[in-house]
Nanobody
Framework: QLQASGGGLVQAGGSLRLSCAAS????????MGWFRQAPGKEREFVAL????????YYANSVKGRFTISRDNAENTVYLQMNNLKPEDTAVYYC???????????????WGQGTQVTVSS
């Protein structure tokens, strides 16, 4: 089970840190991803991190502004979002996969989503 939190309302240029807490003892066996879905749009990939945290990958739209990290001792993955833009407004979801890929279909477990709203 995944529980995302940390969303909110922020002005453009501001920062937020999302958290995703996982239950279970095999958290480090899973790659973790963050995805987002804006109103009227399809859910899209944002960032992923390998089970040991050694590999990360980002969508071009967030590269250089967002940082994904994880704490396996706390069963938690984070998404630090800096220099936020209005186009970052979306519901953000964390997800777990046994594969390190960007495709939504590869993710078996999903959190409930947390709303991020960036005002201009």
């Amino acid at each position: 089970q995944l529980q995302a939190s940390g969303g909110g309302l922020v002005q453009a240029g501001g920062s937020l840190r999302l958290s995703c807490a996982a239950s279970g003892r095999t958290f480090s066996n899973y790659g973790m991803g963050w995805f987002r879905q804006a109103p009227g749009k399809e859910r899209e990939f944002v960032a992923l991190i390998s089970g040991n945290g050694g590999s990360t990958y980002y969508a071009n739209s967030v590269k250089g502004r967002f940082t994904i990290s994880r704490d396996n001792a706390e069963n938690t993955v984070y998404l630090q979002m800096n220099n936020l833009k209005p186009e970052d407004t979306a519901v953000y979801y964390c997800a777990a996969s046994s594969n390190l890929v960007t495709s939504l279909t590869a993710y078996n477990y999903w959190g409930q989503g947390t709303q991020v709203t960036v005002s201009s």
